[in-house]
């Protein structure tokens, strides 16, 4: 029954930079087990907007309301930070595009998958060590490179890591901020892979910024188009992507090489 | 301003100013207030250079008076230089007594060790602490730790823990072991060896901590819930000795190796300088009263022997 209501309602977002918005009037539901992709060229506010959602960055105007795992709805600017961390921990994951930002690069790999459980309570060396190695099989990293260091992997394993870092609390709802970029075509093509399988087979929700059409289209369900701080068009991805509506919109999916 | 010739140049008791002291005993009261908090102050100047005990010797300096029996410890050594020269600067600023005694001092100076004598109601340890900050290591931003004291969000210590199981086997930290006090905050037992850690747990003595470089003073009250960290299956233990003290012959106390020759050859003896020479006073007078009560007879008859 629960799942017939929406993790996450936005009405109006808007966040400020000084008395410039970074973006304003966004308004979307988000499902549980729904991927949401928000396209744009760089300025149009994605990040901007991934963070006002994650509570990184504070909402200036409008609300985000978000139904918490035993039912209850909140709005997230009134939560406390106690309780938004308390989030953090337990239900929410944060992907970024440098993984460096989301890992720590002198820990070593089983440390950077365990830290998540031994913040929710986790006090069994032997159980973090053995999910440790579990999620770094599932995330295609060698088990045998549990006590090296993320600094000593390449920038997909890192990747791959963080992924592992973020999913293995078991969150309901994850933020990507361009995962892929940065990393060469294969193994861009391997780590969009592996997100679908897991996001399938996890059932999270997903909320994923880029500015790659393709990853939008491989891995999403519905999809933004940002363009100046305001969302001009939105629907599913095939959609979207299909027969563009927008003039911007047009603009962005024919400026994509066609091979 | 003249001063007589011999007479030093008068100091305010204690070195510090008024001021000073009344600024670092409201930290002191908030410390123990909230036992294993950090509180900030504004760390002065003292007649030594900073890392060397500045936030020890505020603190003590805050604290002593003329009544007080000071006791400073360098390692365990009553006998070190800084030690030497910490009792000798509060004996001339405070006019207070000093000893090398634990069980005579009522205000302890220490570096490292927590003195292997059982510490006793109205006594006070003051450590100086280098970095109080136990997660300096795991999240350099000091805003950040702070929130997480705030947040009690202490996850991340455990990841220091888990890393030394991962590469050697057990939890390899043998100083500056973290603890939980008082069911609420983390807290750096300063550089103390975790040897020491479970004389914190209830101890009926006050302990003042002193980090005068980081400007952070936070206590332990006497009786307070001192826990170390630990694993379900890899849970807290302090360092063991398999040896006895090579001077003192004591065991279950801490133990300090000491290089005797080039050819790689040491000995193990007492850390705790005090015990060490207590233990051996005690031992040789057992010697000689034995010797007075059964062997001094045939001595007297061995003597009369030689005259004759």
Known sequence: MSDEMPLLEVRDAGHKYGDRYGCREVSFNLWPGEVLAVVGESGSGKSTLLGTLSQRLSLTEGSIRYRLADGEVVELAELSEARVRRLWRSEWGFVHQNAADGLRMHVSAGGNVGEPLMATGWRHYGKIRAEAAEWLKRVEIPVDRIDD????????????LQIAR????????????????????????????????????????????????????????????????????????????????????????????QG | MSTGAGILPSY??????????????????????????????????????RGWGTGGVQVTAAIIGEDDTLKVIDQGADDTTNAVSIRAFFAKVAGAKTTTRTDEATVIQTRHRIPETELTEGQTMVYQVPIPEPLRFLEPRET???????????????????????????????????????????MDPSPTPSFDNPKLHQSPALHLYGAGREKRIYAVPPYTDVVSLGFEDHPFEPQKFSQPCAVCGSTGV?????????????????????????????????????IDNDELSDELDEIEEVHV
């Not at chain 1, 260091?149 to 791959?160: H, N």
């Not at chain 1, 940002?226 to 299909?242: A, C, F, H, N, Y």
Request: a negative charge; glycine letters at 6%; hydrophobic letters at 40%.
């Open chain 2, 12 to 49: 305010n008791i204690g070195y510090l100013d008024e001021q000073t002291k009344r600024m670092i005993r409201r930290a002191l009261l908030k410390a123990v207030a909230i036992p294993g908090f950090q509180v900030p102050f504004a760390s002065r100047e003292v007649p030594m250079p």
């Open chain 1, 149 to 160: 260091t993320p600094a000593s992997f390449s920038g997909g394993m890192r990747q791959r």
């Open chain 1, 166 to 257: 973020n999913l293995v609390v078991s969150p309901r709802l994850v933020f990507m901020d361009e995962p892929t970029s940065g990393l060469d075509v294969s193994v861009q093509a391997r780590l969009l892979d592996l997100i679908r399988s897991l996001v399938a087979e996890l059932g999270l929700a997903v909320v994923i910024v880029t500015h790659d059409l393709a990853v939008a289209r491989l891995i999403s369900h519905r999809t933004l188009v940002m363009k100046d701080g305001r969302v001009i068009e939105s629907g599913l991805t095939d959609r979207v992507l299909d027969d563009p509506q927008a003039a911007y919109t047009q603009l962005l999916v024919s400026s994509i090489l």
């Open chain 2, 254 to 290: 801490y133990l300090d190796e000491i290089i005797t020759d080039d050819a790689g050859g040491v000995m193990y003896a007492c850390s705790d300088t005090d015990h060490c020479e207590r233990t051996v006073a005690a031992a040789s007078a057992r010697r000689e009263s034995e």
């Open chain 2, 144 to 186: 950040e730790t702070r929130r997480m004291h705030a947040l009690e969000d202490y996850g991340l210590i455990y990841v220091k823990l888990y890393e030394d199981i991962a590469k050697y086997g057990h939890i390899a930290t043998t100083y500056a072991y973290p603890v939980i006090v008082n069911g609420r905050y983390l």
